[in-house]
């Protein structure tokens, strides 16, 4: 009988106890659906941080997402321009899927809809920082439509939000996603602010179509302040998150949205305007000094992050989704291994063409690991705009694909001086071919066009047949049309002037 009792109360026991525990939320369950920090660099192209050997340039926490995360090495921008590649980026389309999304300064179109306002919709708390968020333009209709704006509340800095986020949170497990996005390092730059750093303009990576002069080099060096200012930022916000004890189950993500505001990078589709720097950091899901080679596009961000907040992706998103490379022990392939290339493109950065003319400079791209391919719809044009003048010497659009600056300033007026100035000045501003063709693996900085060379005769035919199959899947109407005049349509919304 007393044996019976005591198994009877150890029964009772073992009972109270699981229900006890029942009540504790399941750690894996809360942990399923991490918060996300995506930090967001306005014209900040690669490979401009430490963690990819810049010696002089110092990115402690970009480094630290690199080194206790995943470093990417192959990372794209959809288009080497603001808006177009920002409306990619939260919609998870092309470009060219995007009507007026296309274009700067333009407007995104109301059938899109944002991946953030679907995380909001499935319980994250959302919110962005004060500074450019989305792009020049206007999104007045888009906002009437929707409700806000593609980025959702604005909370100016980190702290704030993340006390809203704990004052509102209407359950423990409830997560963020904040938006932290910023100018830098956007011009204008100070001329000389690098001297308020360690930052030597000897130094400095000049990429190889610069002239090697003490001009370039030290606005490339205040190029790179503006960089350490972004780094300090995003450390800010990596503080704000660790002392609340959210770091671990957090996503971090640091990137640009495309090359920096130089001659032959911004609103190019070579490496040096579309290539980003890319770090991403989860805790204990991510192994610590992961590189990954495979291709990402900052386009496939809308569906990675809805894959791994456990909403449906929609079927209209035709980027994709690289969640498996996150979660992965160890580098390896996966599916997104299997992509083979990524296409870029770019319409209608500015009206550059003429005072009297809305018209860009339409042109698309495959980048493969071993060749570039570009296709220039309208070579006949000027690819980052008009050289000359206009009469009144007031309103013109000189050269206004191309942010101005001291770079640019001394390439044009050195533009004849010797065999070097010429040679930078071509291939910054002159007109290019319909077709070209780079060998990256020999030419890495993409400054030799062997489009005609005989050598390479079946491997252009090859990017050429892969260009417009790829367009094809992805709906682009100049992959029927390679005169489509649609984007030129679209309103453009910025101011027209000199650009010196």
Known sequence: MKSCLLLLVGICLLLLSAGALAEVPDQATTASRPNILFCMADDWGWPHAGAYGDKTISTPNFDRLAHEGILFQQAYAPSPSCTPCRNSLITGKHIWELGSGANLWSTLPVEHESFIHMLRDSGYFTGRSSHKQWGPGNIQSWEEHHGDHPATQQVKKI??????????????????????????PHRGYRKGQHKNSNIDPDKVQMFEHFPNVAEVREDVADYYFAIQRWDKLVGTAIAEIEKRGLLENTIIIMTGDHGMPFPRAKANLYDSGTRVPLAIRWGAKIKPGKEIDAFVSLGDFAPTLLEIAGVNVPDNMTMKSFASLLTKNQAGPSHLESRQDIILGRERHTPSQSLESMVGYPSRGLRTKELLYIRNYEPDR?????FEPSADGKSNIWLSDCDGGPTKTYIIDNHDRDEEHRRAFKLCFDKRPAEELYDVVKDPEQLHNVAKDPAYADAIKQMRKRLQERLIETNDPRAANPNYTGFDDHPYLGGRGPRR
């Open 382 to 386: 000027w690819p980052i705009g008009m």
């Open 159 to 184: 702290g704030p939000f993340l006390d809203q986020y704990e004052a509102k949170r209407t359950a423990d497990d409830q997560p963020f996603f904040y938006w932290l996005a910023h100018h830098d």
